[in-house]
């Protein structure tokens, strides 16, 4: 990278930066009950108008856009790492099973626990996506060749998702409808409690990829070059794995599936602000949290007292955005 475009990264780490606090901003006026600017700023510097407005406020929006904003920038920085510790632009947490693991523990759930699934629900998510990670280290072990994680992942995603779909079409219709909304991916009924869970494993998570960027970095020179330089690529990519799928699957566990922003963003961020670690992390972490909170926008508002699923969404702009690309490698 030229020393003038190094030179012009925190200038767009800025740009992003107020990008993402206008879109909080934006949030926070759109819904179904209409509040302005003014009514905010009341708000937020006194007490709010009416009953009705600061419930719909601190009960309702600003933990769904905190959660949403931190699940943006998790998921953003999870597909980032797995791209860049194993060199595959394909590389995305739900490819390693953890949707599909989290399917399947939900599942269970609701079949066997429908009376306590506050807590079971999000619960047997988490489990059921460590379970999944878990087989798929371990196969990729037993054939002792790491890089093939993605195709023991996508194996795994089928074969869990292959039992999940069978224990619904034994299950109970209600509960059925229950699981398939919740794969769909909502923030509808996040709690801030869910905020401060996801925020601290965003935070550990950053830790530890700030202590290790230089090792990531050897990464993207090659396995015998990072060796060269005393790093141990394998148990460099266990660890980011381990570390990715627990960052992901503490989100889906409240979240529900949300596909493609970790295959999506660190694309769009490598174009504007390169590949190293560093500035592709907070780049990916600013996108992507700016990304839900539109994605969670046009969930509320698109239509007129229905709420659409975000995982539609971002499906829907996730296809048409590899589609882009595919043209764009064509005609160059």
Not at 110 to 134: E, H, K, R, Y
Request: hydrophobic share 60%.
């Amino acid at each position: 990278m030229s020393q003038a475009r190094l030179n012009r990264i925190p200038i767009k780490l800025c740009l992003l930066t107020l990008l993402c606090l206008s879109s909080i901003g934006a949030a926070l006026t759109f819904g179904p009950v209409d509040i302005g600017a003014q009514q905010l700023l009341t708000c937020f510097t006194a007490s709010c108008p009416t009953p009705v407005i600061d419930m719909v406020v601190y009960q309702v929006r600003v933990p769904r856009i905190l959660v949403g904003l931190v699940a943006g920038m998790g998921l953003a920085i999870a597909g980032a790492i797995l791209q860049n510790t194993t060199r595959n632009p394909l590389a995305d947490p739900y490819l390693f099973g953890i949707v599909s693991g989290a399917g399947l523990g939900a599942t269970i759930a609701s079949i066997t626990l429908a009376n306590m699934l506050t807590l079971a629900l999000p619960l047997a998510a988490f489990l059921g996506a460590l379970f999944a990670v878990i087989i798929v280290v371990l196969i990729a072990k037993a054939l002792q060749r790491m890089e093939q994680l993605l195709l023991a992942g996508v194996a795994v995603s089928f074969m869990l998702a292959s039992i999940s779909q069978f224990l619904l079409y034994l299950g109970e219709p209600f509960a059925t409808n229950r699981v398939l909304f919740w794969l769909m991916g909502s923030l509808a009924r996040v709690e801030l409690t869910n905020f401060y869970v996801i925020s601290a494993v965003l935070v550990f998570a950053l830790v530890v990829i700030l202590a290790f960027h230089r090792h990531i970095d050897a990464l993207l020179l090659g396995d015998e070059s990072a060796a060269s330089l005393g790093v141990n690529a394998d148990k460099l990519r266990l660890m980011m794995l381990a570390l990715c799928a627990a960052l992901t699957a503490t989100i889906v566990a409240y979240c529900g599936g949300i596909g493609f922003v970790g295959l999506m963003i660190p694309h769009i961020v490598r174009q504007i602000l390169g590949v190293t670690t560093i500035p592709l992390i907070l780049g990916s972490m600013l996108i992507g949290g700016t990304f839900i909170l539109w994605v969670d926008i046009i969930a509320r508002t698109a239509l007129e007292n229905v709420e659409i699923p975000i995982g539609i969404i971002t499906s829907a702009t996730g296809s048409i955005f590899f589609l882009l690309i595919m043209y764009r490698t064509r005609k160059n």
